[in-house]
């Protein structure tokens, strides 16, 4: 499985931006797809994830309420809508998938991922 990150870029505080991550390969129900997010001095940190094939959306609680997680099943594309932005959303972006199904309680674990895409990098300014 490879991923493809894309849609980061320069925004102002209160901007939107949407990233998408399509992927090759095979997917199948129950795979876990996500979004982490790294700055510089911290560990690689959860965004948002979904489960191929299933509905429910999970979001760390910085960006619940502004972030969307969702899936195109025709070009396996998972997208991350990111609304009012703030500085503190400076970050890489990376979207990752998991090689097998994946339970609810690893959803926000790095490890619980295979498959990472190259990284977007999302500049907010204040």
């Known amino acids: 499985v490879q991923l493809q990150a894309s849609g980061g870029g320069l925004v102002q505080a209160g901007g939107s931006l949407r990233l998408s991550c399509e992927a090759s390969?095979?997917?199948?129900?129950?795979?876990?797809k996500a979004w982490f997010r790294h700055t510089p001095g911290k560990e690689r940190g959860f965004v948002a994830a979904i489960r191929w094939g299933m509905d429910n959306t999970y979001y760390a609680d910085s960006v619940k309420g502004r972030f969307v997680i969702s899936r195109d099943n025709a070009k396996n594309t998972v997208y991350l809508q990111m609304n009012k932005l703030n500085p503190e959303d400076t970050a890489v972006y990376y979207c990752?998938?998991?090689?097998?199904?994946?339970?609810?309680?690893?959803?926000?674990?790095?490890?619980?991922?295979?498959?990472w895409g190259q990284g977007t990098l999302v500049t907010v300014s204040s």
């Open positions: 990752a998938a998991s090689r097998a199904g994946i339970i609810l309680s690893a959803l926000r674990e790095v490890r619980s991922y295979d498959y």
């Open positions: 390969g095979r997917t199948f129900r129950g795979q876990g």
